[in-house]
């Protein structure tokens, strides 16, 4: 596998010990970075690592500190931080089995692939990802990884399975204060309807490959505009229809029916298939 591996060491389930490797899921996506310039020079700012009252300092002098009370640091060295000793560091230990559906959207961070480290472990590997898929079931445990510990869930995925890191408890906002002020009215039955309908004339199977960062377009193209006009300063007209979409929808049953109408409207624009052409019936004979 030609990928560097995330994570190595075992999966365990009580006295089953299955070895594994973790390979990132994701990727970053296709962005446009930005330097800051001098303007004047047109030359690129660079950043200096400074200490007040003595100036800029060798990377060699740096240590990583942790400011106990104001002004006051303890300072560690890394390998003093590398030996914390921690179980999770080395071993995944599945303590819990819970239904997907009881882990909230919210808590879940990022996902990884994760793979038999060797062929002597696939077949414990293949049992686990067989019981957690008939069990409809999802793992939970504590992994070690790049300076923390993670609350992590595993579940099947295809022919391997997929660990996802999950935030803890407090770094999840409650969604009380949020929407607290929202009103607990009972919608208009006609209303219901209308929106129901037309989510089912949009539904359809998701297809990632359809969307794409329409942002990161737009600013290549006007990073070519900009080249191509010497300096000259660009700024996009503004959408009155944007504006107008944005507004405050004062008749639903208006604006949700005119929606259903450009939906059927889109549909019939769809080239229909040819039918064959009607047979035409005999001509009459003149008496």
């Known amino acids: 596998m030609a990928a560097r591996a995330y994570w190595q060491g075992q999966i365990r389930l009580a006295l089953v010990s299955i070895p594994v490797e973790i390979y990132s899921a994701t990727k970053s996506g296709a ?81 990884y692939f994760v793979v038999p480290a060797d062929d002597l472990a696939e077949e414990a590997f293949i049992v686990l990802r067989e019981a957690l898929r008939r069990t409809k079931k999802v793992g939970l445990g504590q992994l070690a990884m790049r300076g923390r510990e993670y609350v992590v869930s595993l579940k099947p995925c295809g022919r391997g399975m997929v660990l996802e890191t999950l935030r803890y408890a407090d770094e999840v906002n409650k969604a009380q204060g949020y929407f607290r002020d929202i009103p607990d009215d009972e919608p208009d039955a006609d209303l219901m309807d209308l929106a129901e309908a037309l989510i089912e004339k949009k539904s ?84």
């Open 31 to 111: 962005q446009v970075s930005f330097k800051q310039i001098h303007e004047p020079s047109g030359k690129p700012i660079h950043y200096d690592k400074v200490v007040t009252g003595v100036g800029p300092v060798d990377t060699d002098e740096i240590m990583k500190g942790f400011e106990y009370e104001k002004g006051s640091y303890v300072l560690l060295e890394q390998d003093e931080i590398d030996a914390v000793k921690l179980e999770s560091k080395k071993t995944l230990e599945l303590t819990q089995f819970v239904d997907a559906s009881e882990i909230d959207v919210l808590y879940y961070e990022k996902p």
């Open 204 to 287: 359809g199977a998701f297809h990632p490959q359809d969307f794409h960062d329409r942002y990161v377009d737009a600013l290549r193209d006007l990073i070519e505009r900009k080249r191509k006009s010497k300096g000259r300063k660009i700024i996009e007209e503004k959408d009155d229809d944007a504006s107008a979409k944005g507004s405050n929808v004062v008749d639903l049953m208006a604006a949700l029916k005119k929606s259903m109408g450009a939906s059927a409207a889109k549909a019939e624009d769809k080239p229909a298939a040819k039918k064959a052409p009607a047979k035409r019936a005999p001509a009459k004979k003149r008496a």
